[in-house]
């Protein structure tokens, strides 16, 4: 709703007044409209002040509205009234402004902002546009370059950054609505003519089809196939090419074909599944509103290779102290060069000042003695982890959380070798670790509630998404990696290319397909997985039983790589070529091709057309199933923690909301029915048998995704 009362005599004083938020419900949007006209009608009311409740002004429309049967005044004609009024009217922005919240001051004839606010118009990450005028008034108040940056990034600018764009008129460090109406008793009389946006021509700009020509290049560039991006600079140049009215009626249009599209939906439903997986559970009952964290406020990394100096970076920008132990002499040196870079890099991009004198560095363990937590990042191995855990067992103060960085080996099994294994958990950050969003915070049977607490809440401090997930082979990420990279192998094998492989993947929406992130993050990591799994031997790769191990159907050829020296990028060599190692433009290979032609002749194998569906389904469909087996294990709680893992950690596209969403859009009969079929076709690849939960899911009607906890919960409740 919306709140009104009389302010120093003259002035209307409207506060939105929805928690936590105030987004503009069907309740706020109809408060707004009898207040605001209750304020025109009164002749005592000089000017109006509009302001939202409980420190922030409005945080858009009310994206749980969306979907549902709309009711109440539209937004366009609000503002619009708002910006006629006769009457002067400031927003009093403190907090957010952001979507239909900024909108909605942009409808007023003054901005004022708290220091501490922050605007924009995010809504292009929810798959629309700002459909309430905002991609026609921005333009016109800040000119078209700034705008088409805000409106298709979605970022959201600092009230100083607003104020030197000319978003707001005045940026304070006092009560934001007592500035407010001083403000508004100060331009009192003046003529409103020249304060609605609307009648703005939009600033002249050279060129300007080359510039709308280059800004759409880069922006189809980034989208990866989303629609949004690509609507937001069609709408922003209807503000500088037509009149107000036009450009109005192109925005609707624009955001009409948006508003049903799957992409919206599935970017709200990450919306919202990002702030489901952080209200997380465990099996044991543990929850995030019954677990208290413990404060850290200095931490330790151990091993200071590439994850370990990414980890020790993102601690200190949360401003921990962080003691970083490296043993080895060279390692150290080269890790004290390059982090204070990163450090400045990372500053410079946040706009905060630098946190250099937060890391202490050592060559000795015992320098960990005092710390809160401690994150290993050793190399990834077991018997030098065991030996690591042993001695922060005994180094560190009582009470000391130890965390593993693992990427997928047994945290239970380093909780054993410590006195105290309720105080073990995973920490598993995504390389670069002080850029890359996502951390899977792994828990063991024995971690207890406050040390699962704690990394979660250290994790969100780090501007991380948090997912709490179960102990297995690879955690949930790299578990469901594993089918996706061997259906890729296999597809090689009959007869398709990386190029094609890659391509396939690239247009549903990855920023990389799998050869050229296997490229880019190694091949040895895969190969050194495969040795310790007993499936990549020294010298099987080439025999008569190369493409079978442990009864299975296998391929060696990422073995066969490695056997050569090729690991991609580091040696200038992997599944592309690259200019030199190191590198980072991938070519195609003619080596690599012949050397998968003798390959396939070798075994007896003869090359096949593949379409690309059948590479979309095979490599997808895999990894979704084994997300279905993730789900039946219990690693995971629901489907939005793997699909958030995907979108934040695996380049998965927002805009296909993630991998168990995206099954629930294509259809779980379709899914199940396709994996029959390639599982008949491969009886010898068990990642490709159905996982029961899908047919269970089936069988109960293919709910939508956010029901399936209900029949996951029958299935752990029949066992
Ligand atoms: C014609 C159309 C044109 C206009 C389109 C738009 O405006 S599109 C919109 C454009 N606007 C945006 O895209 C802004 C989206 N919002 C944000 O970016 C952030 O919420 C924040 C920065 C406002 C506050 O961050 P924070 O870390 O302090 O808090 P938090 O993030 O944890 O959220 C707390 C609770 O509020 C809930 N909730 C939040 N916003 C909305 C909403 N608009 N609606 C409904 N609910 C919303 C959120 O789900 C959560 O609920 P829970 O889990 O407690 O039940």
Redesign the pocket.
């Known amino acids: 709703m919306a709140q009104y009362s009389l302010v120093a005599g003259s002035v209307g004083l409207i506060t939105l007044q929805n928690p ?2 105030n ?2 419900s069907a309740v706020v949007r109809k408060g707004i409209v009898s207040t605001f006209e209750r304020a025109l009608r009164d002749p005592k009311v000089k000017s109006v002040v509009i302001c939202g409740q409980n420190g ?1 002004f409005c ?6 509205e ?1 979907g549902t049967n709309m009711s109440g005044p ?3 004609p609000m503002i619009h009234a708002i910006e006629a009024a006769d009457k002067p009217v400031v927003a009093a922005i403190e ?2 402004a ?4 900024l ?1 909605l001051a942009l409808g007023c004839h003054y901005r004022i902002a708290h220091s501490n606010a ?1 605007l924009g ?3 292009v ?2 798959g ?5 005028g ?1 991609t026609q008034r921005l333009p016109r108040l800040i000119g078209i370059p700034a705008a088409l940056d805000l409106i298709t990034t ?1 970022r ?1 600018v600092t009230a100083a950054e607003a104020l030197q764009l000319g978003i707001v008129d005045q940026v304070t460090d006092h009560k934001i609505v007592d500035e407010a109406v001083k403000f508004v008793l100060s331009v009192a009389g003046k003529p409103l003519d020249a304060r609605r946006i609307s009648t703005y021509p939009c600033p002249p700009l050279s060129d300007l089809d080359t510039v709308f020509e280059m800004v759409m290049q880069k922006v189809r560039q980034r989208a990866h196939g989303a629609i949004a991006p690509i609507a937001c600079v069609q709408a922003v140049q209807a503000a500088a090419t037509l009149p107000y009215a036009q450009g109005m009626e192109r925005e609707k249009e624009l ?1 009409a074909t948006l508003f049903t599209s799957g992409q919206a939906r599935s970017m709200q439903y990450c ?2 599944a990002q ?2 997986v ?2 997380w559970s465990i099996p044991s009952g543990a929850r995030w509103d019954t677990s208290m964290p413990r404060p850290v406020h200095k931490a330790a990394v151990i091993g200071l290779g590439t994850m370990g100096r990414g980890i020790t970076v993102a601690l200190a920008q949360t401003g921990l102290s962080v003691v970083a132990v490296e043993t080895q002499e060279k390692q150290l040196m080269e890790a004290k060069q390059a982090m204070p870079g990163m450090l400045e890099r990372g500053a410079r991009r946040r706009g905060v000042s630098l946190t250099l004198h937060k890391i202490t560095y050592s060559r000795d363990i015992r320098a960990v003695a005092d710390v809160d937590l401690v994150i290993e990042a050793v190399f990834e191995d077991m018997a030098l982890k065991k030996k690591v855990f042993q001695q922060l067992s005994d180094i560190c103060k009582p009470g000391t959380f130890l965390c593993t960085n693992t990427s997928g080996l047994d945290v239970d099994h380093l909780a054993s070798q410590t006195c105290n294994p309720e105080l073990v958990v995973g920490m598993h950050f995504f390389a670069p670790a002080h850029v890359m969003k996502l951390l899977e915070v792994v828990y063991g049977p024995r971690s207890s509630p406050q040390a699962v607490a704690t990394a979660m809440q250290l994790g969100k401090k780090m501007g991380k998404v948090s997912v709490a997930v179960g102990n297995c082979r690879g955690f949930v990420g790299n578990r469901m990696l594993k089918p996706y990279v061997e259906q890729a192998f296999f597809l090689l094998e009959e007869g398709a290319t990386p190029e094609q492989v890659d391509g396939a993947l690239e247009e549903f929406g990855f920023s990389m397909g799998v050869f050229k992130v296997s490229d880019l993050s190694g091949l040895d990591v895969g190969w050194r997985v495969r040795m310790a799994d007993g499936f990549a031997e020294p010298g099987a790769s080439s025999g008569p039983s190369a493409r079978v191990r442990q009864g299975r159907r296998y391929s060696p050829l990422g073995d066969l790589l490695c056997e050569q020296g090729r690991f991609g990028q580091k040696t200038g060599q992997g599944w592309y070529q690259y200019d030199k190692p190191g590198g980072r433009v991938a070519r195609s290979d003619p080596w690599l091709h012949s050397f998968l032609a003798e390959y396939r002749t070798r075994h007896g194998l003869v090359a096949r057309r593949i379409d690309n569906q059948e590479v979309l389904e095979r490599c997808l469909y895999a990894l979704i199933n084994e997300g279905f087996r993730i789900l039946e294990d219990g690693i995971a709680a629901g489907p939005e923690d793997i699909d958030l893992i995907y979108v934040f950690g695996y380049g998965w596209p927002r805009h296909r909301g993630g991998p168990m969403f995206y099954a629930g859009m294509v259809g779980l009969t379709k899914v199940l029915q396709r994996l029959e079929h390639y599982h008949q076709a491969h009886p010898d690849v068990p990642f490709m048998q159905p996982c029961s939960l899908l047919r269970r899911l089936v069988a109960s009607g293919s709910p939508p995704v956010h029901r399936w906890r209900e029949v996951i919960k029958k299935v752990h409740s029949q066992l």
């Open positions: 936590p938020v987004a503009l922030v945080g858009g429309a009310d994206i749980k969306f539209p937004l366009v907090g957010s952001l979507g239909g919240g909108e922050r118009l995010p809504e990450s929810l629309l546009l700002p459909a309430a905002g979605g959201h955001m919306f919202f702030r489901a952080s209200k």
